[in-house]
C-alpha cells in the first residue's frame, strides 16, 4: 500500500483495483491505517464498489474502534 499526498490536504491510496484503502483498513482491523488515512484528508463518505463507506465496513467486520474513528470524523465532515 502506498499513500500519495496532491495537494497535501487530500490522501488517495492504492490499495488494488477497485478497492478505497479506507474501506480495507476497515475491513482489516487496522486502527493506525484508518487514523493515518483520516489525518490525511480521505474522503470517509464515498463508497466502494460495493456501495460500503469504510465505517459501514468496520461496524460489519466488528472492529468497532475503526467504526468509532471514522464515525466521529464522518460527523466532523458533515458539519
Do not use: Q
Request: aromatic share 2%.
Amino acid at each position: 500500500m502506498r499513500v500519495v499526498t496532491s495537494p497535501p490536504s487530500t490522501a488517495r491510496v492504492f490499495h488494488g483495483p477497485g478497492t478505497r484503502a479506507d474501506s480495507r483498513a476497515a475491513i482489516s482491523g487496522h486502527l493506525d491505517c484508518v487514523r493515518l488515512l483520516v489525518e490525511n484528508g480521505a474522503s470517509l463518505t464515498k463508497t466502494d464498489k460495493l456501495g460500503f463507506a469504510a465505517a459501514a465496513h468496520a461496524r460489519r467486520k466488528g472492529h468497532m474502534p475503526c467504526a468509532r474513528v471514522l464515525n466521529e470524523e464522518t460527523a466532523l465532515a458533515v458539519c
